[in-house]
């Protein structure tokens, strides 16, 4: 299997032949797998960099022009210059880029507009919600009072007049909007209504489908919610972190929560890899790149369900689908498909689908994206070579001629699309 690490210049490789070897592993496994993990990507050489730079020695505590410690105008400029591109992809009034992941971002606007006991209203986990949106065993699900909704049984999307109606009955203090397994357009424009109906703000989490809302391939929740929370690492391509947006009017709250409030030093080496990230995110190309991520997962959709099977809601507006195992493999769960299929060196997670009978451990679903595919240039025929290769070892059982048959389709068709 071909790897691009080159021992003998890695620095690595002269200090640590353990960590060389497992990183170099991770390469080849990376190099000769098919990644349909819908919120993961490959970062470009240049954020991969910024991420590995002298950045990560510095302690930089505070904002731009505040800091806590000396020596800190080189981060000041990288944190101003990550700032003013989120403004620009975006168009947002205020950015706070040192979030180190999703779910710190969303936590710091918990603190920054609720107290222990307040009412939020967000999507159910088993209906592709996120667990910082107020799983029990998450800190949202412990300090708040968590009313869920979930998607309407006939159509699996959200019926926003249900939504309207628990808005109305409950008075929450925040509603979410945003998913982790939604395959369809959020209407967030009409989450913002029914929020500011029942005096509530709205935060709208686009980690999935941020790449799409920069480029405008799916409407923006930026004009109409209070917050708007991001990872940087699904479709926006950069490095693993998170961001925060919001209107002027909670700039200050959000930047104290976020620090001193969860967190400490920023990871600036992040920070840096988030600036070059949006930069490249500011460019056509990076339009092209979202558009052949939706018309890969629409292709991808299609071929599934060519093959008999059905596609949670019928399909896919974003860079997602869920598949429904039960049509065409009755008794094979989620994670039976999961293993099998990453011995086949396909990579998917097992996901609920809305109303599984399954356990969260096996469930019915498969959640499926084309981000990371698409990053290395695979377009339609690819899909359809991807859609038969699941099919086969789906249908199989798991019977081990057919994985190794697969194994050997999927290495060849990886050698082909090379890692950034
Ligand atoms: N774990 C991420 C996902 O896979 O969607 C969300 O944080």
Redesign the pocket.
Known sequence: MTTSIDSSSSSIAAVDSEAMEILAAEEARQHGTIEL???ENHVSPAVREAVGSVFTNKYAEGYPGKRYYGGCDNMDAAENLARDRVKKLFGCDHANVQPHS??QANFAVFLAHLSPGDTVLSLDLSHGG?LSHGMKVNVSGMLYNIVSYGVNPETEQFDYDEIHRLAKEHKPKLIISGA??YPRTINFDRFSEIAHEVGALHLADI??IAGLVATNLHPSPVPTAEFVTT?THKTLRGPRGGLIMCKEDFAKKVDSRIFPGIQGGPLMHAVLGKAIAFKEALQPSFATYQQQVLDNAKHLADALKSLGNRIVSGGTDNHLMLLDLRTNYPDVTGSDAEGWLEQAGIIV?KNMIPFDERKPIHTSGLRIGTPATTTRGMGSNEMDAIASMLDRVLRSGGEQSVIEGVATEVRTLCDQFPLP
């Open positions: 993990i819908a919120s999703g779910s996120h982790s397994a980690a999935h990872t997670n």
